[in-house]
């Protein structure tokens, strides 16, 4: 059988491309197709199977600016050639299922969100947008969007990384969507002694404005508490302006350095509404508990008064309410720590097969 997997974009290495990652175990022999690759930026598990890209990749600066060219890729995913493969999985939260796949073959979408600049965040990303970007959105997020649900009738089946996401499937696609959550590198991480955790608290994330730091920043300020801030992303420089003399913002770190405050933070704020969420799977790993906005993906992973806690608005004073809810409470991080290895890729690998045979299986006798 052959296989194409199909990914927007290969600029870094978060949570759509450790997926990509994972379905490459799943599929050894597989082929990749994006629009746009930085090969210092990727792992060796993607670099190691055959990439095509599409003339995208040829456009000046394509690999740093390649949100520029978006409304130029329902073309270039048209342009792909996918004759000859057997299955299609596109890998979608950007322009990657529009390619159009063989007659005879499986085209399955594992689908990380319908794209949120152009559906369910369309005015957030707009109003923090510059002046000719807000002027430029409207009729080329209009035309996106006619693409974007034409597009999705390519599609055989849907699976979602999460009840929220096939929520938005079904919004707007109007397409059903099984749900297979994507997998945590939970090995990766560790609880650590008692003696060892810290007096602070944890945010990790790239900081733009959906995942809320500025909520995190503010409410910290106003207790005096600590917090460490983890991560990069347009908004740092503001972020790291706007933080009091508790809150300690030290921008992208590597990976030592960030499990390391995973295992030894008091536990970790997630003050934004996520797809799914690896951060709170990648904290409770490390036996943390999550103190999290009750919205989105954090309500499939985090178990209520066992791994974390929630806060229901996005308030400095509901955030605040929740700390001193959090500090009141007992958390086992052996038991934290079990519940996220329950999230780990061999499950993942496993409904991922399940779910793709069955619908080859339902193919079959319709023929």
């Known amino acids: 059988m052959r296989v194409a997997i199909v990914h927007y974009w290969f600029v870094g290495m978060r949570g759509g491309e450790k997926v990509v990652e994972a379905l490459i175990r799943l599929y050894p022999e597989a082929d990749l197709f994006t629009h746009v690759i930085d090969p210092a930026a990727v792992s060796q598990t993607i670099l190691s199977r055959p990439i095509t890209t599409s003339f995208i990749q040829s456009l000046p600066r394509a690999a740093k600016y390649y949100r520029q060219y978006l409304p130029l890729m329902p073309l270039a995913c048209e342009q792909l050639d996918l004759r000859g493969y057997d299955l ?16 005879e073959a499986l085209h399955v979408c594992y689908c990380h969100s319908p794209m949120r600049y152009l559906w369910n965040m369309y005015h957030e990303y707009r109003e923090e947008s510059g002046l000719l970007t807000r002027l430029l959105m409207p009729p080329l997020a209009h035309y996106l969007r006619n693409w974007d649900a034409l597009s999705a009738t390519r599609v055989d089946h849907f699976i979602a990384n999460s ?7 079904e919004r707007y696609y109007r397409r059903s969507a099984d749900v297979v959550h994507p997998p945590v590198a939970a090995d990766a991480f560790s609880i650590a002694p008692p003696e060892e955790i810290g007096d602070y608290y ?11 730091p500025d909520l995190a920043i503010d409410a910290f300020n106003a207790s005096g508490k600590k917090l460490v801030v983890i991560g990069g992303g347009s908004n740092l420089d503001a972020i790291a302006k706007r933080a009091g003399p508790t809150v300690s913002v030290l921008g992208p770190q590597p990976f030592d350095v960030l499990r390391r405050h995973y295992s030894q933070c008091r536990a970790l704020i997630f003050p934004g509404e996520e797809d799914f969420g690896i951060v709170p799977l990648e904290a409770m790993a490390s036996g943390r508990p999550v103190i999290a906005f009750r919205r989105g993906g954090a309500t499939e992973t985090v178990v209520e008064n066992e791994t974390g806690v929630f806060f229901d608005t996005q308030t400095v004073e509901a955030l605040s309410e929740a700390i001193a809810r959090f500090e009141r409470m007992e958390f086992s991080p052996e038991r934290i720590r079990a519940h996220a290895l329950g999230f780990g890729e061999e499950r993942f690998l496993r409904e991922m097969r399940e779910k793709i045979d069955s619908y080859f299986a339902a193919r079959a006798v319709k023929r």
Request: aromatic share 2%.
């Open 163 to 169: 009840t929220t996401v096939a929520h938005r499937v």
């Open 202 to 212: 944890l945010m990790v994330g790239e900081l733009v404005g959906y995942k809320r």
């Open 88 to 103: 299609v999985i596109s890998s979608e939260s950007g322009p990657a299922k529009g390619v159009i796949p063989p007659p």
